[in-house]
């Protein structure tokens, strides 16, 4: 039995997970943004969902009892430093030791990327990248059903990276945070579609209402999709000629489930090496237990 908890903007909740993968409860909650308050919040959160269970299932808080966290734009640092746009108080924290204080629980950290790659992971020996296009852009790389974080705890993190492959002009103007131009993010994320559809209409409309009108047949907003999505095949052209992934997860509002994978595929001969490309693009809508499902996954991977 793992114990699961999902930090985000949007829903944020805990979930006990069966060894067979079965969710045996799930609630939510509103995170608190305090650092200490937030971790007393995640122990008594965890106190809650098990003690409902107690009557059903002996164990509760045994050694065999384990927690995964996911917080959606979490970053850390080899050395367990944590950062945060959400969540601004886990900057510069321990996050993972000061976790299993607070809980008592063995505990391990994901971010969206990697908890919704790890969700969808069911064979160990493929290769996934998922893709979260939300306010920014993120990526994760799952091989033998792990994470992969790399030498410097940054693999798969497609988020500062170029635009491939870019036309006259087209990256002029993004300065990122990060002191470069050009970053995906900029491009690949909701505040990327407004600011294209603003460049054409000089209107302010936000990333779903244009969502909403493109499925709805309005020209402009659907051209501005149609850039998102050869946008989208471009950044993931080398991902595929670098790591020929088995299967490109991608979740987020961006993420249409009856567009992409049709689209991308048709894209990619003029980006990538490969002549037939088998890899196969899964959109995920039900993002949320498919993060809480991976988060339960981070603990095995540390007790391998
Ligand atoms: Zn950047």
Redesign the pocket.
Known sequence: MTIAIRLSDTVSGIAIISDDGDFVCEETFLPETDYYDLLRQISSQIDGATSQITADLPVTKSPHTALGLCVSDLNYSSDGQTTSALFSCLDGKPLIYDLQAATGLTSAIGNDAQCLGLGVCQHDNEILFSLVIDKELSGAIIMNGSVVHGRNHHAGQI??TPLPFPVPFELDGNI???G?SG?L?HFISLPGIEKDYKQLTNTDKSANDIIIDAAKGDIIADSVIQVLEDRIARALAPVINLLDPNHIIISGQAADKNRLPAILPQKWPGYIVADKPKTEITIITDRHATCLKGAASLISQKQQ
């Open positions: 988020t500062h990122c945070s990060c470069r970053c993010t």
